[in-house]
């Protein structure tokens, strides 16, 4: 198994400004992931973070409104950016272990709320 | 592009009782993975049970088995000895099988009620 720690949990934002949300692994992973998860609503995948080089992308996502960091194997961050009550969401850290395992961890999600 | 549906917003158990939940999924691969996903009030998602799709025997995890029907593309979750806690948002997850992309691509959900 994987442990993964997502910070923060939950926060209360203004709209216009930015939260920068942090998922940690207890050790190292080939893939991670963030998904978006919008109220009552299925997840939905933002991008794959990529270890040394830009995130890929999902359609409808773009990097200047959720830019993503991977400095190394058991680190990302996602920010989102400039935001509005529309980015109110569960916000999830996802990580496969390598390229053979089946299984997705994740994280316990960051629930935002944009006032 | 896969796509996963879940046909059941909702469904109702009785305590004890066998509940089903259906998934249907749409793809061009012969080989992928497939996968039943628990997520409670919490958020945490758990992975419940998972089916490769080259297996012909359908997988079973306790109380949790799986109705696999590749030619159907159907993929239902029987869970047995219906539990409280077993309530919670159930949702049927697709992935392909090579090295470009692990992501899992989601159905719909389906909330399951359990009732004392």
């Known amino acids: 198994s994987a442990v993964i720690s997502q910070k923060p949990s939950r926060d209360i934002c203004q709209r216009g400004t930015s939260l920068t949300i942090q998922c940690q692994v207890d050790s190292q992973v080939t893939m991670m992931f963030w998904y978006r998860q919008q109220p009552g609503q299925s997840l939905t995948l933002i991008a794959t973070?990529?270890?040394?080089?830009?995130?890929?992308?999902e359609s409808g996502f773009v990097i200047d409104k959720f830019p993503i960091s991977r400095p190394n194997l058991t680190f990302s961050t996602l920010t989102v950016s400039n935001m509005s009550p529309e980015d109110s969401s569960i916000y999830l850290c996802?990580?496969?272990?390598?390229?053979?395992?089946?299984?997705?961890?994740f994280g316990q999600g960051t629930r935002l709320t944009v006032v | 592009a896969q796509i996963v549906t879940q046909s059941q917003p909702e469904m109702s158990v009785q305590e004890a009782e066998t509940v089903t939940l259906s998934c249907t999924y749409d793809?061009?691969?012969?080989?992928?993975?497939l996968f039943w996903y628990k997520q409670p009030p919490s958020r945490q998602m758990i992975l419940v049970i998972r089916q490769e799709a080259y297996k012909q025997q359908n997988a079973t995890e306790n109380r949790f088995s799986v109705n696999f029907q590749k030619a159907a593309k159907s993929f239902s979750l029987k869970i047995s000895d219906s539990q409280l806690g077993d309530a919670a948002m159930y949702f049927c997850a697709y992935r392909r099988v090579n090295n470009a992309g692990n992501m899992l691509t989601f159905g719909g959900g389906t909330r399951l009620m359990v009732k004392p």
């Open positions: 973070a990529n270890q040394g080089s830009e995130a890929t992308y």
């Open positions: 793809t061009s691969e012969s080989d992928y993975y």
């Open positions: 996802s990580v496969v272990r390598g390229f053979m395992n089946t299984e997705a961890f």
